[in-house]
Structure formats: C-alpha cells, structure tokens
C-alpha cells in the first residue's frame, strides 16, 4: 500500500532532522520511503512511502511524533484508479 504523509515540525527544523534521522534508520518492518519532500505552505514536509498495511504505517507516524505531526493519506496509482472506472 502506498500512503503519503502531511507533515507538521513540532521543533525547529534542525531538531526535526535529528528525529527524522532516527526514524529513517529504524523503519518499521516493510516500510520503503519512496521520497520525502520538505514543503512551504501548511505543511513542512510530505513523506510518500509504502507499507504493507495501515497498522504498520501508524507505526511510522508514532515514531515520527516526537517531533512532528502527521495527516497520512492512503493512495493508489492513477492506473489503479483508471481501473476502478471499467
């Protein structure tokens, strides 16, 4: 499953970076970071990743929480989506 993560920094940036550091080097089981954006507008960041279930992807976003706050979205391709029309 593919999911992308709205992010909010809850600390200064450099902060953030620490925890995100930790975070990235102690993935949950099954978790692939596609790619990661920092952002301006509402949000700091977006996370787009893939995890093999939406429990596995809370766990992301509880380890990430120390220093940031996360809106996750559950996607799906536009193949997948163009599939659904048929």
């Excluded at 949000?43 to 380890?63: F, Q, T």
């Amino acid at each position: 499953m593919f999911f992308i993560a709205l992010i909010k920094f809850k600390k200064k940036a450099r902060d953030v970076v620490e925890v995100g550091k930790k975070v990235m080097q102690n993935l949950p089981e099954g978790v692939k970071i596609i790619s990661t954006y920092w952002t301006l507008g509402e949000y700091d960041a977006v996370w787009i990743y893939e995890a093999p279930n939406e429990k596995v992807a809370i766990k992301l976003g509880i380890e990430a929480g120390e220093a940031m706050q996360t809106q996750t979205l559950v996607a799906i391709t536009r193949d997948e989506a163009m599939k659904l029309l048929e």
